[in-house]
Every structure is written in C-alpha cells, then in structure tokens.
C-alpha cells in the first residue's frame, strides 16, 4: 500500500501561480507511475501530468506550457508547479500512484482561481 498526502492549494487570483507537493508514505523510487488528476464540479476526473520514472512527462493539452511537475525519488514527494493560473483550473487536485497493480489516490487539494 501507498498513502499520499497532498498540500499547497489554496485560493489565488487569475494569473497567480500555486506550488503542489505530494509526499509517499513510501519510497518512490520503484514506482514507474505517478501523476496528478483534477476534478471540477460536475466533471469527471482527468489527467494533468503523468510523470514517469524516466522519460518524458505527459502533460493535458489544457495546460501545457504554464503548469511543469517534477518528482524527488530521495524525499518521495511529486510537485505540480502552476503558473498563470486560469478560473478553469479551479478543480480539486489529486496525486496517484500505480504500485503492485494498484492505483492510490490521496486525499485532493482544493484549488480556487479567482476571476
């Protein structure tokens, strides 16, 4: 099992940048699978970023050049950077893993932007 806690949303005005971190309850290092979704009200859950072990890091066409996610397999945390922020980013975040055939959701982090 994994658990992950995700921190750092928060309320921020259009054009505002936010940091998200997420933090495994265990190493990382093995795990070739971890990413971050969002879902807005009334919408169904969708991918942001999938950052893989190595490779290339997948990111939705929505935003692509203002959001960057980087992973630290030492501190078994994952960050979602987001820059000009836009009102449709409003959503409740998620970091997940896949790990032994298993996909772990933590528990989300709310964020507002402002209009």
């Known amino acids: 099992q994994v658990q992950l806690l995700e921190s750092g949303g928060g309320l921020v005005q259009t054009g505002g940048s936010l940091r998200l971190s997420c933090i495994a309850s265990?190493?990382?290092?093995?795990?070739?699978?971890m990413g971050w979704y969002r879902q807005a009200p009334g919408d169904q859950r969708e991918l942001v970023a999938d950052?893989?072990?190595?490779?290339?890091?997948t990111y939705a066409d929505s935003v692509k050049g203002r959001f960057t996610a980087s992973r630290d397999n030492v501190r078994n945390t994952v960050h979602l950077q987001m820059n000009s922020l836009k009102p449709e980013d409003t959503a409740v975040y998620y970091c997940?893993?896949?790990?032994?055939?298993?996909?772990?959701w933590g528990q989300g982090t709310q964020v507002t932007v402002s209009s």
């Open positions: 950052i893989p072990s190595w490779g290339d890091t």
């Open positions: 265990r190493s990382i290092f093995s795990i070739n699978s």
């Open positions: 997940t893993v896949v790990s032994g055939g298993a996909r772990y």
